[in-house]
């Protein structure tokens, strides 16, 4: 979250990206990405406060309340706003609670996958020679196969756990980052402001971190804006097919996983957290999107 | 055609790579899990036992010499034995894989044929009803979870209006909703795609030439802008090819269609890790052929690709 309020509030001071557009437009945009990063913040907060807000133990099984339609008097006697699961647990509750897994997952993966990709992008653009080759042929490597099957090989091996799926989801990410900083930091480290603070006796790493860092900051915020929604989509589908968070802990892909086999019967155990899935996806990647034509909109064509 | 076989060497070379580096992290991963031997066996069989397995499978040696027999039996298509199915594991897969490639070809014309003419209305008429509607769903699709698309067809179209058979392998009517569940996220990149391509094309000042001459409109946009529409098409065509292949996991899971995906997926539930690696082993293998071709097929039609 911390990233995307900075960001929007940087528009202001990017003049190139708001002048691209239209006056009314960009305003819009704007506007667009500023609500956007509020749904990701009120996300925050529902995950955080989870425990006060959701109605029941998302882990409490009743097996008087087996599979009650969304209700306010269920068999129980107690209201189920989105019904309840096979094992009679509160499905409302379990979304309020998945969003915790989701986000965790999500945000964790993006800082480790921010850090590989910024760190080795860096890297090649600056070092350039070999480390540029070795770094960029792993990286087409890794953008030359489809990422789930070796993360499928990696938790089949491992087995499935929180850390694993941060790690597997993370590495899943740092080729963006990394191919982008890297054409940055080629077109930077050419300017005369580099050459200056290099005479100035300016160590490289005082360059990069202070002067470069700075400059390819709106493209990170915008790549890992895009890189949360994927890593939130990529953490369910993992879930889902059951090599993510494991029973009972709630996450959305494990539940649209456990009611799928009452899909004829109890349709919402399914439907509710597979919605709020792709709302979030959908929400968070368009934020991306307008982000990207705030600060940044050469990285339109990545 | 100067300039072609440079060009097809660099990229077979790249795909050459490509391929030896997944090979390494699949050696890599396969060691991580530690001694597998426990697994062939029975829970109770003797030491002695254990040590002649490990002998036999070569586990004994060291580890630079068992990455340098792997890499030769992974070349020649020998991955072990299946712990599951008891049979060569390259066999298991090979049964395997005819359900994946015509699950794959479908969805991958269907996306194309659904995308492009969307996406040409799209640009044609662009701002109208159809264009936003359309473009509405196609971001949708783009963001939906395919696992989740899935569902919502079963859900829809198999329980709901019992159209179509929720899952299996058979006829056409089998086919339908896994393969567009896989094309989905397929479909809406390239109507996205072929919508800004040809809005970018339709400003052109060639394009306003040939209206003035009268060239019928039909005309104008089909030959003059989509043909010239085309190499951002295919480019993007192509690689959404490859990424079927990874959705092909999800969708053959949730519509139980009996190919390598899925079977990937159970060899796991059934630890059979000789599956799992030549599973993962032999997607990556159709996956470099595949963007080879199209990277062949790019290099034909766009001579400029070839220098740069």
Redesign the interface.
């Known amino acids: 979250m911390a990233s995307s309020i900075p960001a929007s509030a940087r528009a202001d001071d990017v003049p190139v990206g708001a002048a691209a557009l239209a006056g009314g437009r960009g305003r819009r945009t704007r506007r667009l990405a500023v609500a956007g990063a509020g749904f990701v913040l009120l996300l925050v907060v529902v995950a955080v406060a989870a425990p006060a807000l959701a109605p029941y133990d998302p882990v409490r099984q009743s097996l008087r309340a087996r599979l009650a339609a969304p209700t306010l008097a269920g068999p129980d006697g107690k209201a189920h706003l989105l019904g309840t699961d096979h094992l009679g647990r509160d499905v409302l509750s379990r979304v309020i609670f998945g969003a915790r897994v989701s986000l965790a997952v999500g945000f964790a993966a993006v800082v480790v996958g921010g850090l590989v990709g910024a760190v080795l992008g860096l890297l090649a653009g600056f070092r350039r020679g070999w480390s540029d080759s070795v770094i960029m ?2 990286a ?2 890794q953008l ?7 993360a ?7 087995g499935p756990s929180f850390p694993t799926l941060i790690l597997v989801v993370g590495l899943s990410g740092w080729v963006n980052y990394a191919r982008i900083l890297r054409g940055q930091v080629l077109g930077l480290r050419s300017r005369e402001f580099v050459d200056a603070i290099h005479g100035l006796g300016g160590s490289v790493l005082r360059i990069v971190v202070r002067h470069i860092l700075p400059n390819v900051m709106s493209s990170l915020v915008v790549i890992a804006t895009l890189e949360l ?1 994927r890593a939130i ?1 990529l953490e ?2 993992l879930s ?4 993510g968070i494991q029973p009972p802990t709630p996450s959305w ?1 494990g539940m ?1 996983h456990e009611g ?1 086999e009452y ?2 019967s109890a ?1 919402w155990i ?2 509710a957290p ?1 919605l709020v ?2 709302a979030t ?2 929400v968070v ?2 934020t991306g999107d307008w982000l990207r034509d705030l600060l940044d909109p050469t990285l339109r064509g990545e | 055609m100067r300039g072609l076989l440079p060009f097809l060497g660099s990229r077979l070379l ?2 050459l ?2 391929l030896w ?2 090979s390494t ?2 050696f890599v ?2 060691r ?2 530690g001694d597998p031997v426990p697994l062939l066996l029975p829970p109770d069989a003797p030491r002695s036992e254990i040590f002649r397995v490990r002998a036999e499978l070569g586990l004994d040696r060291p580890l630079i010499v068992q990455y340098a027999v792997f890499l030769g039996n992974a070349l020649r298509g020998d991955f072990g034995r299946s712990i599951h199915f008891r049979e060569p594991a390259v066999r298991v897969v090979a049964g395997y894989l005819p359900a994946t490639v015509e699950l794959g070809l479908t969805a991958f014309a269907l996306a194309a044929l659904v995308a492009l003419p969307v996406g040409v209305v799209s640009a044609v008429r662009r701002n109208s009803l159809v264009d936003q509607v359309s473009m509405t769903i196609a ?2 699709g ?7 698309i899935g ?2 067809f ?2 829809v179209v198999s ?1 709901r209006l019992g159209w179509l058979p929720t899952s299996g392998r058979g006829d056409w009517r089998n086919l339908v909703l896994p393969a567009l569940t896989l094309g989905a996220f397929a479909m809406a990149s390239i109507a996205r795609l072929t919508r800004s391509a040809m809005l970018e094309v339709l400003r052109a000042d060639f394009i306003r030439t040939a209206r003035a001459k009268g060239v019928a409109e039909t005309l104008v946009i089909v030959k003059h802008a989509l043909k010239n529409a085309a190499v951002p098409i295919v480019t993007i065509t192509g690689l959404q090819f ?2 079927l ?2 959705g092909a ?2 969708t053959e ?2 519509f139980a269609w009996p190919g390598i995906g899925r079977l ?2 159970q060899s ?2 059934n630890r059979d ?1 000789p599956v ?2 030549c ?2 082993f032999v ?2 293998v159709l ?2 052929v595949i ?1 080879l071709c199209i990277d062949v097929f790019y290099g034909l039609l766009d001579p400029r690709v070839r220098t740069s």
């Open positions: 042929t792993l087409d490597a030359a196969f489809p990422f789930i099957l070796l499928i090989g990696i938790i089949a091996v491992l929604a989509v369910a589908t889902f097919l059951g090599l892909g649209v799928r899909l004829d349709w399914s439907t597979g899935l792709m996806s959908l990647s368009r | 790249r795909a790579v490509a580096l997944v992290v699949v991963v396969m991580l899990s971001l949708i783009q963001a939906a979870p395919t696992f989740f569902i919502l079963i859900l329980l490859g990424t292949l990874g996991v999800v899971t949730v990937a997926i796991i539930y890790y799992v690696q599973t993962v997607s990556a996956f470099i963007n």
